[in-house]
């Protein structure tokens, strides 16, 4: 499996998730909103259990919400990781559209609760890079759309993996400033 793919499974899984708190200046970034107006599609057949350690996704794939996104665009996310006020050097950043799927397995990262690997046809729509040594981040080439930006961290204190997960609305041609910190 390649080192991008596990880096995006484990932003979007990693337990231990904390959001940041909205700017007291006006954004265009929302926080933790997850609407859920329309029923989630359900699978029809089991599937296997998911790897140990992990919960078993409630929501199938949906193959026609995620066929009206664009996979490419001339977006732009940059910014910068930190924990305890300190920079995350080399810590996974990836921006995933929000989607059904994609919220189910936000609300149990927040949660401190891993889910099973996404599906591969998800992958194929999420953009991943590394911070460098001072913990910043930048990702081109981006469509336009609701995204979760999230970054693995690691808690300074205790030595245990975590998540920062961050909503923003990005348009086309966009330059977004992004910080995470936990």
Known sequence: MKAWIIATL??????GCQMMEPRSTPSPERIEVIDRSE????EAEPRPSPPSGRVAREIAFPESEYARLEKRGTASISGRLTVG???ASQAAIAVAPVTTYSA????KALAGIAVEPADPR??????????DGSGRFELSGLPSGEFYVSGNVE??????PGIVIRQVSLGRSQ???VELSR
Do not use: K
């Open 85 to 87: 006020g300190r920079a």
């Open 39 to 42: 029923p989630a599609p359900r």
């Open 122 to 131: 998800a992958r194929e729509y999420t953009h991943t890079t590394r911070t």
């Open 155 to 160: 808690n300074p204190r205790s030595g245990e």
């Open 104 to 107: 189910e397995a936000a609300e």
């Open 10 to 15: 484990l932003g979007l899984t990693l337990a």
């Open 175 to 177: 330059h977004l400033q």
